[in-house]
Every structure is written in structure tokens, then in C-alpha cells.
């Protein structure tokens, strides 16, 4: 089955359950900011401000680039540790390059998503794009590779219910061309879909990695570091920072507890995993937002648990479809 293939059986059931609904509880924010927090096991929005407010989301874009990525690989067969090609038009994006990567350098796609996940590297999203693209234009047909790919980015968003995105590169960078947009309830859909992923997750929770590439004949490593700056801190595994002029600071984060284990009346054991999605969009103190997310969001999920799980509306929960 293609990629293409697998995303769109589930685009009509994701849109039927998109969501809207007013926020439960407001911390002490910035008018000009977004976020949101829903513990993604159950689906249950905990907190929310201007969720729905389309706006650039910076380097959260290379979420989508690692998800087409691994999806794409799983589905073609194609192994991580194959070498990609970095190609002549990286020399005239910009933006973060931690590993110094120029035009003919190799890298495998594990250690691209690697530099691309944890340095927020421009030139590695670039190159995964280009090198799965290419396949991807041999089957899906189009004008470029990396049009190809971004393709696949937005089939990926409208499987997911991402009604309010449009993905224009796999970097997240802005340009007068090039400006996608999303928000803070659709990169949370994103985020509880790559949190699933065991892959992804493997990847996000590093504080830094020490990867590698060739250039000619000689091999040369680097320390990346995570740019999420709570990664390793109060149970944060995750996922990924971005900024831009035009998004502002942004941060995608998984917070996780110990699942809860529930003994049945048949002697049997129920377990409920605990993983707080918080997406903070636009904010100049991410950082600090984000951790009063994770502590009011466990507080309300709590609360919310103890009085019986309630939902009196659909519109409390949010679903992100689960691929078959």
C-alpha cells in the first residue's frame, strides 16, 4: 500500500471528528499567543487559548517531515541507514545547520533525523525531503521532489483532522513564497500521532546525540544538542521547539507519568497511560507557559479522573485517528 494510500482512508473519518470548543482554564498568558494541553490517551482538552488561530509554527513543520519519513520507510521497506545526498540547493536556505552540512555530503536518514529532530537542522529536513521525494515523485507524479514530499506532509495533515494547516516545506522555515501555517489544536493532533510512534519518540527524548557524515572519504562527527529546553526535566520526553521572525517561540511537548494500573473484579489488570500534549505557539516565554501547562494540565486531568472521567460534549475530547 502507498503512503498516499494509507493517510487517505483515514482523511474523511478525521475531518468528520474535527473539534472546536471554548478553553476550560486560562493561565496567565500574552493575548498574542496560542496553546493548548490534552492528555492524549483519552483525548480530553484540559486547557486551551485561541486554539484555533491559524499561524506559522516554525520549526513544529519537521514533526510532519519525521512522521512522512518513518511512515514512508516502514511502508516502501527502505531502511534508515541508508545514505542520503545532500543536495547543491541547501546552499541557499539558511536557518540552522548544526553539522555544517554542504552539497555532496552523505548522511544516513537516521542520523539526519537525528540533526533534523534534536538541532532543529534545516539542511537535514531538506535533504530527507529531497530523498524520499524523489520516490515519491516516480509513483504520485508532480514537478519536484521536495513538492512531492511537502504533498505528503499535507495528506498526512488531513488524515489527521489538521483542517487549519497547509505545510509549504519540510523545514518550518518563512519566506515570501514559502509560509505554512497551522495551530495550536492541529499540532496537537500531530504531536499525540508522532507520541505514538515508538521510532519518533526514540528520537525526541534525547538531550543530544552525537551523529555523523561523510564527506568524500572521511567520516566527521558532531555533538547535536536538543534545542527543547525541557527535555530530561519533570517527566518532559519531548518533542520539539521552533521560532521563526514571523512565528515567534514556539514549542511542542510531551510531559509523561506512570500508567495507571487498575485491578478488575475478574483479577484482571487495567492499565491507563498518562502523556500531557502541551503546544504553546507564539509565545516569548515559551519555557515558562509550557511548564505551567504541564503542572495546571496534570492538575486538571486529575481532577477531571477523580469526578469519573466525565464528557458531557464531544467537542471536550479530541480524536486523533489511529492507523490501522
Same mark, same amino acid.
Given at each position: %500500500?502507498? !503512503?498516499?494510500?494509507?493517510?487517505?482512508?483515514?482523511?474523511?473519518?478525521?475531518?468528520?471528528?474535527?473539534?472546536?470548543?471554548?478553553?476550560?482554564?486560562?493561565?496567565?498568558?500574552?493575548?498574542?499567543?496560542?496553546?493548548?494541553?490534552?492528555?492524549? $490517551?483519552?483525548?480530553?482538552?484540559?486547557?486551551?487559548?485561541?486554539?484555533?488561530?491559524? !499561524?506559522?509554527?516554525?520549526?513544529?513543520?519537521?514533526?510532519?517531515?519525521? %512522521?512522512?519519513?518513518?511512515? /514512508?520507510?516502514? #511502508?516502501?521497506?527502505?531502511?534508515?541507514?541508508?545514505?542520503?545526498?545532500?543536495?547543491?540547493?541547501?546552499? @541557499?536556505?539558511?536557518?540552522?545547520?548544526?553539522?555544517?552540512?554542504?552539497?555532496?555530503?552523505?548522511? *544516513?536518514?537516521?542520523?539526519?533525523?537525528? *540533526?533534523?529532530?534534536?538541532?532543529?537542522?534545516?539542511?537535514?529536513?531538506?535533504? #530527507?525531503?529531497? $530523498?524520499?521525494?524523489?520516490?515519491?515523485?516516480? &509513483?504520485?507524479?508532480?514537478?519536484?521532489?521536495?513538492?512531492?514530499?511537502?504533498?505528503? %506532509?499535507?495528506?498526512?495533515? !488531513?488524515? #489527521?483532522?489538521?483542517?487549519?494547516?497547509?505545510?509549504?516545506?519540510? $523545514?518550518? %522555515?518563512?519566506?515570501?513564497?514559502? &509560509?505554512?501555517? *497551522?495551530?495550536?489544536?492541529?499540532?496537537?493532533?500531530?504531536?499525540?500521532? +508522532?507520541?505514538?510512534?515508538?521510532?519518533?519518540?526514540?528520537?525526541?527524548?534525547?538531550?543530544?546525540?552525537?551523529?555523523?557524515?561523510?564527506?568524500?572519504?572521511?567520516?566527521?562527527?558532531?555533538?547535536?544538542?536538543?534545542? $527543547?529546553?525541557?527535555?530530561?526535566?519533570?517527566?518532559?520526553?519531548?518533542?520539539?521547539?521552533?521560532?521563526?521572525?514571523?512565528?515567534?517561540?514556539?514549542? @511542542?511537548? *510531551?510531559?509523561?507519568?506512570? +500508567?495507571?494500573?487498575?485491578?478488575?473484579?475478574?483479577? +484482571? @489488570?487495567?492499565?491507563?497511560?498518562?502523556?500531557?500534549?502541551?503546544?504553546?505557539?507564539?509565545?516569548?516565554?515559551? /519555557?515558562?507557559?509550557?511548564?505551567?501547562?504541564?503542572? =495546571?494540565? /496534570?492538575?486538571?486531568?486529575?481532577?477531571?479522573?477523580? =469526578?469519573?472521567?466525565?464528557?458531557?460534549?464531544?467537542?471536550? #475530547?479530541?480524536?486523533?485517528?489511529?492507523?490501522?
Amino acid at each position: %500500500m502507498s !503512503r498516499q494510500a494509507f493517510y487517505s482512508i483515514f482523511i474523511s473519518e478525521a475531518v468528520a471528528l474535527t473539534l472546536f470548543f471554548s478553553f476550560v482554564m486560562t493561565p496567565v498568558t500574552q493575548a498574542s499567543e496560542s496553546y493548548i494541553a490534552v492528555e492524549a $490517551h483519552s483525548g480530553k482538552v484540559l486547557l486551551e487559548l485561541d486554539a484555533d488561530r491559524r !499561524r506559522p509554527v516554525a520549526s513544529l513543520a519537521k514533526v510532519a517531515t519525521a %512522521m512522512v519519513i518513518l511512515d /514512508w520507510a516502514k #511502508l516502501s521497506g527502505t531502511s534508515m541507514a541508508e545514505l542520503a545526498v545532500v543536495p547543491p540547493a541547501v546552499v @541557499a536556505l539558511g536557518g540552522s545547520n548544526p553539522m555544517g552540512l554542504a552539497p555532496g555530503d552523505r548522511i *544516513s536518514l537516521r542520523e539526519a533525523m537525528y *540533526s533534523m529532530l534534536l538541532g532543529s537542522d534545516n539542511v537535514a529536513a531538506y535533504t #530527507l525531503a529531497e $530523498h524520499a521525494g524523489r520516490v515519491i515523485l516516480q &509513483r504520485a507524479g508532480g514537478r519536484s521532489a521536495q513538492g512531492a514530499f511537502v504533498n505528503e %506532509m499535507n495528506n498526512l495533515a !488531513r488524515a #489527521l483532522g489538521m483542517t487549519r494547516t497547509s505545510f509549504a516545506n519540510p $523545514h518550518g %522555515m518563512d519566506s515570501a513564497r514559502q &509560509r505554512g501555517s *497551522s495551530s495550536a489544536r492541529d499540532m496537537a493532533r500531530l504531536a499525540i500521532y +508522532a507520541m505514538r510512534d515508538t521510532g519518533f519518540r526514540f528520537y525526541v527524548k534525547q538531550p543530544q546525540r552525537t551523529v555523523s557524515c561523510f564527506r568524500g572519504s572521511q567520516k566527521r562527527s558532531f555533538k547535536v544538542r536538543n534545542t $527543547h529546553a525541557l527535555v530530561g526535566k519533570a517527566g518532559v520526553n519531548g518533542i520539539k521547539s521552533g521560532h521563526t521572525v514571523l512565528a515567534g517561540p514556539c514549542a @511542542a511537548t *510531551s510531559s509523561e507519568k506512570k +500508567a495507571i494500573v487498575e485491578k478488575l473484579a475478574n483479577g +484482571a @489488570a487495567r492499565l491507563t497511560g498518562r502523556r500531557l500534549i502541551v503546544i504553546a505557539l507564539g509565545s516569548q516565554d515559551r /519555557w515558562g507557559i509550557t511548564q505551567v501547562l504541564i503542572t =495546571q494540565g /496534570w492538575g486538571a486531568y486529575e481532577a477531571w479522573r477523580q =469526578q469519573g472521567s466525565p464528557v458531557t460534549l464531544a467537542r471536550e #475530547l479530541l480524536v486523533v485517528p489511529v492507523p490501522q
